[in-house]
């Protein structure tokens, strides 16, 4: 947003109507948010309060191993025993938990009785091969029911799921198994997408032939065409859920709080991802807490979080918090745009959405079709609406606020990343509102904008956005290298123990945030996150490629896209026919998401004196604009 539309949306107002205040969780955030910030500790032990423990926990937070900090330490829980098993001892046994449709219009439905019948009996059929408490299992499957069946069983057994985003390749899907050394996998055959099928089972066997640590691989039957299967490694789901073992009672296992729950891999400043480790205890209250305030849950609801399960936003909001607070839940499989741009506004209301969250790039993917796509349909059931994963652009929150939501339903902008486990700056449904801004810090959570000193920035200065005290759904650590997690978040503003976010923002007069966008090496392409690294090693493991740089570029619809700069090895030329093969190569190492939309072959590449590329200059070129202080680019 230039300097000019920041000033001018900042005077830019939408309050709830007295209705929605009302009704809402937290009527006066300001309140509640003082209150939190004097005493976060007991606010948390409060909210710790609503769910079930074996055991209490003896200490709210330990910070003597800071910034390993502990949360509900000595508290005994699971995180499956707050989801399902204590739903089913009350009248939501027959509440629906899940509301799933698949692409092609099938349909299923799963009452909490239901879907804790099916977790305990994958539970045990896990148990079955050998999983035991802390073994990790790899999840690498379209956005089916079994997706999220799979992780709750892997909970209740205190296994630690590390599930996969199916649009990663075999590469990704390679070095994340082997970093977390999953003897287990669980897949599908395929998976819909555009009325087309993305063969997950073909891409894990690759991955699995790369890391021959996994020893079983179970698949779900979802597409139906013939996939090889390898006798005494692979076993079809179906086939395991019908055996005697797969008893539909499982005993939850007792976890510690701090017990890992799951890692998930997100991309960083280097090459190799980073596996964010998530715990039972700290988690449960965050995700529970922040879903039922930011977006006021009530029993009445049909919540549709639209994002992939496979990652954090599906982790944490369409599994877990939802499941918690027994809200019932949306999934639906496939694209929004088929077979029609309607296709979205068409379930909202045959199935009476009460709140859509999605994303900024479906938004404005789906704002280009016109108006009169949801205007064909009744989307009167729509209360309010969320927004997460970049900066939502005024234009598109306003389209968002008065087409889908007819002008009656708030827009919550969600700021927050796979390392927090969930929200951190967000509206609650009764603040006021400015088209961009994802408003202010949740309850218990103390942000800012900061000078490289660490001074706070004064009203519209752009800085680095920190969060000043710990919160309970904190990543723990990254799996396997403690020291990374310290370097990465924590060395910046090391005397102050802060956390640093990456993104830049601004604070406005009214102490509003604005996120303008990461300062690392990471770019967000529709909404999912790539590091540079992860795309040019990809683009360097190709024979012709000697070196590279990439770079994003802003985009309408998606945000940003990748360009990408390439030194030719000797003996190779540049061409079309070459641009398209290395386009494959991507897609096959990385996937389908980190396919560059430029590619370009340059004869060198600007550096610094010390061999760091300057991607700054790259990004200056490539949008025409001055290339700003190169005093360190080498000659
Ligand atoms: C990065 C984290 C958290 C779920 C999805 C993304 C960007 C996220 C917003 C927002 C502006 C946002 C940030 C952040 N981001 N939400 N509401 N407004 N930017 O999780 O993949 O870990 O990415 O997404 O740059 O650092 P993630």
Redesign the pocket.
Known sequence: MSDQEFVLSTQEWYYPSDEIVNQSHVSDYEAVYTEAAADPQAFWAKRAETLEWYQRWEKVLDESGAPFYKWFVGGKTNIALNALDRHIKTWRKNKLALIWEGEPGDKQTYSYWRLWQEVNKFGNVLRSMGVKKGDRVTIYMGRIPELIIAMLACAKIGAVHSVIYGGFSEHALADRIEDAQSRVLVTCDGAWLRGSIVELKKIADQAVHRSPIVEHVIVVKRTGQDVPMQAGRDFWYHDLMSLPIASPNCETEVMDAEDPLFILY?SGTTGKPKGILHTHGGYQVYTSTTLQYAFDIRDEDRWWCAADPG???GHSYIVYAPLILGATSFVYEGAPNFPYPNRWWKMIENYGISILYTAPTAIRGLMRFGDAWPKRHNLSSLRLLG??????NPEAWRWYHSIIGGGRCPVI???????TGGFMITPLPSVGLKPGS?TRPFPGVIADVVDDDGNTCAPGVEGKLVIKNPWPGMLRTIYGDPDRMVRQYFSTYARQGWYL???SARKDEDGYFW?I??IDDVI?VS???LGTAEVESGLVSHAAVAESAVIGVPDEVRGNVIYAYCLLRAGFQGSDALVDELKDHIRKEVGPIAVPTKIEFVSALPKTRSGKIMRRVLKARAMGLPEGDTSTLEE
């Open positions: 997100t990652w954090i936003t927004s997460v994963g970049e900066p939502i902008d969600t700021w927050w990343q796979t390392e994802a976010a990456g993104d996120i966008g990461r967000k909404g999912y996150r």
